[in-house]
Nanobody
């Protein structure tokens, strides 16, 4: 099993920055990729960014150039640095990890609110 604890959400003005963190514990050594999803008000959950165990990153077009995902493997922690925030970035951000066994785990979510 893997447990995930997210932090770093909050209220920020448009154009501002926030950094989200997600720390994994338990059988974290079995994690392959780590990433972030988000769910805006009245919207479906959508993928935001991901990073593999070898450091390869990928981003949704809507955040490319503004968000940066990184990973500290020694701490089993993934980060999402968000800059140039827009009102459309408002939502609950969820950390997700995929294990090499094919299963996945989700964090509890952290709220990000961007005021215009």
């Amino acid at each position: 099993q893997v447990q995930l604890v997210e932090s770093g959400g909050g209220l920020v003005q448009a154009g501002g920055s926030l950094r989200l963190s997600c720390a994994a514990s338990g059988r974290a050594f079995t994690i392959n990729s780590m990433g972030w999803h988000r769910q805006g008000p009245g919207k479906q959950r959508e993928w935001v960014a991901a990073i593999t165990s070898d450091g390869s990153t990928s981003y949704a077009d809507s955040v490319k150039g503004r968000f940066t995902i990184s990973r500290d493997s020694a701490k089993n922690t993934v980060y999402l640095q968000m800059s140039g925030l827009k009102s459309g970035d408002t939502g609950v951000y969820y950390c997700k990890v995929d294990r090499r066994f094919g299963d996945s785990y989700w964090g509890q979510g952290t709220q990000v609110t961007v005021s215009s």
